[in-house]
């Protein structure tokens, strides 16, 4: 690939022919705020936030411009700081954003950036439009409009990762809003809830169910781990709160789905840590089941075992093992019913 | 586009309703959301019931300086409807709206898709009792003041280039273009490298007379090369209020424009043409369409074009009502069959346009121009203008003049030539206190600016654009705060709300007209005013959120003083008060 020289910031830096100037930054650890951008998705181009300056004169929006030999991008000055504040201030009086009340509160790009840039309350002469606010038609997910900033992400997300189209937006100008299928409730609407829109939106516009009321961002704890659904091998950021709950599940970019999740994995984890949930064998004995020990039950197991495959020859007996245990038990799963069992009958839920 | 007009024709209550519209999502296999996004954008559909017959009022500059106000009374009384209103029988609903393309004849409003002018009281009441024996139909049947000829002011003697033929030739037999001379340059084309045309057209200092001024020659030249399909693309959308040269040159010589996209197509290497014409303009549809149907039977356009190797054809797109889709890449977008956003740049059109491919975006006056420069040479074109705005320009009076309409006059006209002799002067009794120029996207002309000439550099150094060429002459009567009102009003109704700046810019700056307007203003708002509209001019996506700055502060420039007067709560503005009464009575903006 033809390598570019250009600067940024007064830095030498080299980029490649169709790389644009947002992503050089990134690539060298310069941040370049913005909102509407997201490298999953294409190019959107329409928060205007990330305008950077380019050799000295033109502005030009970093996520969309392509990267020539010799440019000179500056990130930041008055002006930029003066646009990008006005840009901001201009979002907030759009809508109707509380943080004390949104389940985002704390992950938020939009608050993040209005911190930086040091943007004070709206003074409330411009009025907001109210928006759709939909929390509860949906097992999975909460919509709360009056907190979007119409960045088109979750349109994105669906039409072009889930490719479900369920989003879009609707009207014109200052009554843009978003639909999901035509103008349907999110709970009525072709949504698989896979949670993609939830988790590229960059504010507390769409956000899950699971979040409310546990725990607040910061004190959430992400552990990585490997989807137990499937063959694909998700990994799955885990967030728990300081009671050890789970309170969600994000799709990891770096791993095979690169951040995608379907329902199961998004959704799917409320089994861990449910009081349903078995911990002790439990042994059927006059029709009902009762509690044993791990002695007795595997005992029974062997036993009853050992009694098939006499009576009946080892090809009578089979075992369907779980993805939900790791590949070393499933190894030893099948190593016992072949070696010890000595059949060939074999499967596991993931091979589907 | 057209799958859904005729649906909703079909209604007969001027709606698509969801059960319908579903049907269409699933037969065309795109997910609903699309067609709600679809449907929610372009100002034509509504997704509720309306009424047998529409009524649109235009309520843009020209029309509203002609009195528009006053037609929306007139209907209040004889049917009862306000804004937003219909009739209990079913019969009409009311609807304002922004420029219909009739300046000259303002104030107009388009019933279904018929559109009517010089409208007074009076006239009004004969026009809709004679709808109440129609049936809404797909055919336009326009009244006869806004036949394109009608509009064209012949007196007293002009450069007419694009407009020798007009009202000479017939616009519906091809025989009579062919028989002045039409189709010749495109024979002389032809016979032509294609290398050469673009040289001539180069050569010619023509620039692009939609908006921007771009030398039409450059931008044939920068399209992509290479074995691929390439478009023309005609930008017919005309919708900067106070224009409406496109409509009147389509209307009445359509063969004209077939042949200068012909011209651009071999140059280019394009097989395909596309006019993008706004759906309002049914006369200009029908008459193009059979015009392209002629010149196919006369194997002037298909395959092997005239006998040459070169094949050439044109469709027709219609526009749904969005000022935004003249924007080149919105229309594009339009074209598509999506929401008519605008597309950042780069990649400009020239390299990934229609469908991704090579695609040229030129204006309808602009390729009109082409055969003429063919035919007669660049020289013959530059020999009139100014040094680098060469050619003749067409200019679209209207306001408070004795004689609106358009003329054709070497670029760099003067206000004082325009109006003074071609729109012989205000009404008697009536003085001159600033002209519109550019339409909504230009400026405010005072009377210091009478010599100015009108070309396309020119004004740009008093922070005014010439535009599409629109003149609106306003009187003293006319309250500058009240007509900036109107121009907000139409810039938040028009964005298309993709990008930040323009989508809330509008709305704040609409919001803080209306605070003069209703006097509740504070002289702080003024400059509040100009803060939002630099930051739009700064970080808007396209020019439609880069523009309204311009109007603001030319405006401020010469009334200032009347912003002040209007931050009094005591001050008498009986205009602003129709303005806030008519227009704003049925909430909505
Ligand atoms: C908001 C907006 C509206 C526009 N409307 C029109 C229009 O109605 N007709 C037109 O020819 N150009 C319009 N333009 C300009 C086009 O983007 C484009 O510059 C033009 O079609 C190019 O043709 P030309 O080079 O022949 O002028 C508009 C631009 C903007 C930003
Ligand atoms: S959850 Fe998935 S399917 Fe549902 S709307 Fe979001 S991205 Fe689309
Ligand atoms: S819901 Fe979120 S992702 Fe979607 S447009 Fe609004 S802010 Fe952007
Ligand atoms: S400037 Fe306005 S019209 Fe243009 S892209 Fe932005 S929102 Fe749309």
């Not at chain 1, 639909?179 to 829109?197: R, Y």
Request: glycine letters at 10%; one cysteine or more.
């Amino acid at each position: 690939m033809e390598s570019i020289q250009l600067t940024i910031n007064g830095k030498q830096l080299a980029g490649h022919r169709g790389q644009t100037i947002l992503e050089v930054a990134g690539e060298n650890n310069i941040d370049i705020p913005h909102l509407c951008y997201h490298p999953r998705i294409s190019k959107t181009g329409a928060c205007r936030i990330c305008l950077v300056r380019v050799n000295g004169t033109m502005l030009k929006t970093a996520c969309t411009e392509p990267v020539i030999a010799d440019m000179d991008v500056v990130t930041e000055d008055a002006e930029i700081s003066q646009i990008r504040t006005g840009l901001l201030e201009m979002l907030l009086s759009e809508g109707c954003h509380n943080c004390l009340y949104c389940e985002w509160n704390g992950e938020c790009e939009l608050q993040r950036l209005c911190q930086k840039y040091d943007v004070q309350e709206p003074s409330g002469v411009f009025k907001n439009r109210e928006r759709t606010v939909d929390t509860e038609s949906s097992n999975g997910l909460r919509r709360n409009e009056n907190r979007c900033i119409l960045c088109g992400r979750c349109v994105k997300a669906c039409g072009e990762i889930q490719m479900q189209g369920v989003w879009n937006f609707t009207g014109r100008g200052s009554s843009t809003t978003l639909t999901s299928d035509m103008f349907a409730k999110l709970g009525d609407s072709s949504c698989v809830m896979c949670g993609t829109c939830v988790q590229l939106c960059p504010t507390g516009a769409l956000s899950f169910q699971t979040v409310l009321g546990r725990g607040q961002a910061w004190d959430l704890k992400k552990e990585t781990s490997v989807c137990i659904y499937c063959g694909v091998g998700c990994q799955i950021d885990f967030y728990t709160n300081k009671e050890g709950q789970l309170v969600k599940a994000i799709g990891n970019e770096n791993g095979p789905n690169e951040g995608h999740l379907c329902v199961k994995g998004r959704f799917g984890f409320d089994f861990v840590q449910s009081d349903k949930r078995l911990t002790k064998p439990l042994i059927k004995k006059n029709g009902k089941f009762e509690e044993a020990s791990w002695d007795e039950a595997l005992d029974l197991v062997s036993s009853k075992l050992t009694e098939i495959k006499s009576k009946s020859g080892p090809d009578s007996i089979m075992a369907f093992s779980s993805a939900k245990c790791t590949n070393e038990e499933n190894y030893l799963m099948q190593k016992f019913m072949r070696a010890v069992i000595g059949t060939n009958n074999v499967d596991h839920c993931a091979r589907l | 586009m057209l799958i859904l007009r005729d649906l909703e024709v079909q209604s007969g209550k001027n709606m698509l309703d969801i059960q319908t519209l579903r049907g269409v999502a699933e037969e065309m296999n795109i997910p609903e959301s699309d067609v709600a996004g679809f449907v929610g954008f372009y100002t034509m559909f509504n997704t509720k019931p309306r009424a047998k017959f529409l009524i649109r009022v235009c309520k843009s500059g020209p029309c509203h300086v002609m009195g528009s106000t006053t037609i929306f009374d007139a209907i209040q009384k004889h049917l009862g409807i306000g804004i937003g209103e219909g009739t209990k029988d079913g019969m009409f609903f009311l609807e304002k709206c922004e420029c219909l393309g009739v300046c000259s004849v303002a104030p107009a409003m388009m019933i279904n898709y018929d559109i009517h002018g010089n409208l007074t009281p009076k006239r009004i009441v004969s026009i809709l009792n004679s709808y109440k024996k129609k049936k809404p139909s797909l055919m336009e049947d326009c009244g006869k003041e806004v036949e394109g000829k009608t509009c064209v002011i012949n007196e007293p003697r002009q450069t007419k280039r694009l407009l020798e033929n007009i009202g000479v030739v017939d616009p519906l037999r091809i025989d009579s273009y062919i028989g002045k001379g039409g189709y010749e340059s495109l024979k002389k084309s032809l016979a032509m490298d294609p290398s050469k045309i673009i040289d001539t057209v180069k050569d010619s200092g023509l620039r692009g007379r939609g908006g921007a001024g771009f030398p039409a020659g450059m931008k044939w030249s920068f399209v992509g090369k290479g074995p691929v399909q390439k478009y023309v693309i005609c930008n017919a959308d005309e919708g900067e209020p106070g224009t409406f040269k496109d409509r009147i040159l389509m209307e009445e010589n359509p063969h004209l424009l077939i042949e200068g996209m012909a011209i651009c197509g071999f140059a280019i290497d394009a097989s395909l043409g596309y006019i993008y014409v706004r759906g309002e303009y049914r006369r200009s549809i029908e008459r193009l369409q059979v015009a392209i149907d002629q010149a196919r039977k006369k194997g002037i356009l298909g395959k092997n074009i005239l006998g040459s190797k070169f094949s050439f054809d044109v469709i027709i797109k219609e526009g749904g009502g969005a000022y935004v889709c003249g924007e080149e890449t919105s229309l594009i977008n339009s074209m598509e069959g999506k929401r008519g956003y605008p597309r950042f740049k780069p990649p400009f059109p020239g390299g990934a346009g229609f469908n991704n491919l090579p695609s040229n975006v030129n204006n309808v006056e602009t390729l009109m121009s082409v055969p003429l420069i063919i035919e007669k040479g660049a020289g013959w074109y530059k020999s009139v203008g100014q040094p680098n705005c060469s050619g003749t320009k067409l200019y679209c009076l209207s306001g408070k003049l004795n004689r609106t309409g358009m003329v054709e006059l070497p670029m760099g006209a003067t206000l004082k030539e325009i109006i003074n002799v071609y729109g012989k002067g205000l009404p008697k009794g009536r003085k001159f206190k600033f002209a519109q120029v550019g339409g909504s996207a230009g400026g405010i002309l005072g009377k210091d600016l009478m010599d100015l000439p009108l070309d396309i550099d020119q004004p740009m150094k008093q922070g005014v654009t010439l535009g599409s060429g629109v003149v609106l002459v306003c009187d003293e009567g006319t309250c500058s705060v009240d007509f900036l009102l109107q121009i907000l009003s139409f810039f938040e109704h028009e964005s298309c709300g993709q990008c930040v700046p323009c989508r809330v810019g509008t709305a704040h700056l609409h919001h803080l007209a209306r605070k003069f307007a209703s006097r509740t203003a504070v002289p702080g708002d003024i400059d509040l005013m100009v803060e939002k509209a630099t930051v739009m001019k700064k970080a808007s996506l396209c020019a439609l959120g880069q523009s309204p700055i311009m109007p603001i502060t030319t405006m401020l420039k010469y009334f200032r003083k009347e912003f002040l007067q209007h931050c009094d709560p005591k001050h008498k503005c009986p205009q602003c008060d129709r303005s806030l009464s008519r227009y704003y009575a049925g909430g909505g903006h």
